[in-house]
């Protein structure tokens, strides 16, 4: 029988957050919103601001006098500090590729004119602010290989510049693409310019929803005004488009889409007639069409229509009638997650029980070869052009770094391209997945990260994370903090709950709208079943999560707060009753649901992490943010901690840490990403009692 361990008290005087008398009625229900006045813009309220300036002063200066955070910051950067690359992208006969040579904020962008040839840097975002806050978000390379279209974002902002830079030369060109979000530059063939999509300018980019997309071409050498209008849908405001153009250079092809769900619309427009209006190809929101490639009038797309684990068909634009699709790849046991054309070969990487596999096949759909994959783990890659004879890809696991390998699609024969070299011993360490039952039943993976010769005896400080949502997979992955954490002693599980996309397009609609509790309890399972099986208990269980993975911290530790010692929620959604009125979170509709809806209102009202925050003895808590985060508004996380600091009923800390100049978490320094983790670390491992590994 396991002993309990009782947490020391300790007293924490927090600001004082006002109290409003706000309360809105949702289809005759009354609910209060006593901090409405905490979603104000950081930049514009200096109420808010001055507010979030005395929440940072009272967290850091709890965090920097943790034991652990000293030792768990230079045991990130010894661990950070690799060469690490990015797979090569080949267009042009040059090779393109990122590279930091361990603890660079931003990685750099290099070109090779030969694969063996000395690499030259192309852009180097380090350079292009002090604090490295300004990233390399996107790139794509003309045809030729001579121009760059470049989109840079700064602070973590979700909205990109774009702007152009000829290869040979390093010069930047005069081009500047301004209010663009969730796009990529799409080349013509003739390389004289690319088609790309664009919101109307923001009057606030912070908070504004972004409604009204628009796709353009912009001709090389001439202003952003003279883009041409390709195409709109004024009578649809919810709808975005992503573009690209077929093998041939023929078809440009859109995918209208509305929200998070891989659901589209496809149209294409031909271009070698002028003013040609697109034609609808896919016209409803009902299933996935991702478009792959073509061979003249034949479109090959990956779909999950009457295939909820994906397949791949072909579509005759002269035959385009459902009945006449042909089925190139059926629909497997396992769930197809990625598929390139290249060389003339589908390759199709499936996930068996959330491990790759990756299989080749040719046009027609017979099976060619599989590829040898070293080891359990995650390969991604394999991109190119249909002439090409190579193509590259990584593999990683919890504890192998990625390597890239180059492959020869003719040969099947494969050569390591780039391996990185880690300071620590992978033998030592230990990686299982485990099946464990939900509330209703359902069996759930999940993978257990761990020294050898882990002891089941209920001492392992463990932090489980999830995620569960928007058909995301958690496949295993290197990541340099998980690999702290168990490199100082703890233990990590990650359990793939329902709605993820592990196991396809049912798996996922399990957990979403009004089965979203499903994922709740996926993850309650998990911290029980690691207490049943002594792994752990509930004074050593941590608790962590981003953006949707936020969310489920919240809720859960509403729902079972006796159940962990600590918990962190990152950039969480915690209002779940006003998420779709700030700037993207209206696309998450299609997970969610929305509170405009009777039924999906009550599901939402049940679980909403900031709602139903009661006056319980809640576990050390500390809530993540950032001040400019556009994408989950700061305002979930500053609402849901004044209510947290105001039903705390026990003496554990509750606290928010409010990261400035960042955004959701992309293109955000190495720097910032090692002080987060390190206050992480050290705040989970006074919690939960971490015993440090000699």
């Not at 690490?84 to 990685?107: A, V």
């Not at 301004?178 to 013509?188: D, L, P």
Request: proline share 5%; glycine share 8%.
């Amino acid at each position: 029988m396991c002993g309990v361990i009782v947490a020391l008290a300790e007293s924490v005087d927090y600001p004082e957050s006002k109290i409003m008398n706000q309360v809105d009625n949702y289809h005759g229900t009354e609910v209060a919103d006593p901090y409405r006045w905490l979603e104000d813009d950081v930049r514009e309220s200096a109420v808010v601001k001055q507010w979030v300036e005395k929440q940072n002063e009272v967290t850091f200066d709890y965090l920097e006098k943790l034991p652990m955070r000293e030792a768990f910051q230079k045991k990130l950067e010894q661990l950070w500090n690799f060469e690490r690359y990015s797979i090569p992208y080949k267009i042009g006969g040059r090779y393109f590729y990122r590279r930091n040579d361990g603890l660079q904020n931003q990685s750099v962008l290099y070109v090779l004119d030969e694969l063996d040839g000395e690499p030259r840097v192309l852009l180097d975002p380090n350079q292009l602010s002090e604090d490295g806050t300004t990233a390399l978000a996107r790139y794509t390379i003309s045809d030729d290989g001579k121009l760059m279209a470049y989109a840079l974002s700064e602070s973590g902002s979700d909205w990109n510049k774009w702007y152009v830079m000829d290869i040979d030369t390093g010069e930047k060109r005069s081009d500047e693409i301004q209010f663009t979000k969730f796009t990529s530059a799409t080349w013509t063939k003739d390389n004289q310019g690319f088609f790309y999509s664009r919101f109307p300018e923001p009057k606030d980019d912070f908070q504004d929803l972004n409604k009204n997309q628009k796709v353009y071409y912009h001709r090389i050498g001439t202003p952003q005004a003279e883009d041409k209008l390709i195409y709109e849908r004024p009578d649809e405001p919810d709808w975005g488009f992503a573009n690209s153009i077929s093998d041939d250079g023929r078809y440009l092809i859109l995918s209208a889409w509305k929200g998070t769900d891989p659901k589209a619309r496809i149209f294409y427009k031909d271009l070698t007639v002028d003013n040609s209006a697109p034609v609808a190809l896919i016209d409803h929101f009902e299933n996935e069409y991702g478009f792959l490639g073509n061979d003249g009038e034949l479109f090959y797309f990956v779909t999950d229509k009457d295939a909820p684990r994906r397949r791949v068909i072909a579509i005759d634009l002269n035959k385009p009638e459902p009945e006449n699709w042909r089925e190139i790849i059926p629909e497997a046991e396992a769930k197809l997650d990625d598929v390139s054309l290249v060389n003339n070969l589908f390759v199709i990487n499936y996930l068996e029980d959330v491990k790759s596999r990756v299989r080749i096949f040719n046009v027609a759909g017979k099976h060619v070869r599989d590829v040898e994959l070293a080891g359990i783990g995650t390969a991604s890659g394999f991109n190119g052009e249909r002439t090409d004879t190579e193509t590259f890809y990584a593999f990683q696991s919890f504890i192998q770094p990625p390597t890239i390998y180059r492959y020869n699609l003719i040969t099947g024969e494969q050569e390591i391209f780039r391996k990185p070299e880690v300071d620590f011993s992978p033998e030592d360490l230990e990686v299982q997945q485990v099946f464990y039952e939900s509330k209703d039943g359902t069996p759930i993976p999940m993978f257990l990260i761990s020294k050898k010769g882990l002891q089941q005896n209920c001492e392992n400080a463990t932090i489980l994370y999830g995620y569960g949502g928007f058909g995301i997979s958690l496949t295993p992955g290197f990541s340099v903090g998980w690999l702290s954490w168990v490199e100082m002693g703890g233990v990590v599980a990650i359990a793939n709950l329902r709605g993820g996309g592990e196991y396809g397009e049912e798996w996922h609609q399990a957990g979403t709208k009004l089965n979203k509790q499903n994922v709740f309890d996926d993850f309650i399972s998990a911290g029980k079943w690691l207490i049943e099986n002594n792994y752990t208990q509930p004074a050593k269980l941590g608790i962590t999560g981003r953006s949707n993975g936020g969310l489920l911290i919240g809720a859960v530790l509403n729902q079972a707060p006796e159940l962990f010692g600590a918990a962190v929620p990152g950039v969480g959604v915690m209002d779940m009753l006003r998420f779709h009125q700030f700037t993207a979170g209206r696309y998450w509709v299609d997970d969610y649901g929305s509170a405009e809806n009777p039924e999906e209102f009550d599901a939402l009202y049940a679980y909403s992490p900031y709602h139903n925050i009661k006056e319980v003895e809640y576990p050390a808590t500390l809530v993540i943010t950032a001040d400019t985060d556009d994408r989950v508004v700061p305002g979930h996380s500053f609402k849901y901690i004044a209510r947290l600091q105001e039903q705390q009923q026990g003496e554990a800390p509750v606290m928010i840490r409010i990261e400035t100049s960042a955004g959701h978490g992309a293109g955000t320094p190495i720097s910032k990403v090692i002080e987060e983790k390190a206050d992480t670390w050290a705040f989970f491992a006074k919690h939960l009692g971490l015993k440090q590994s000699p």
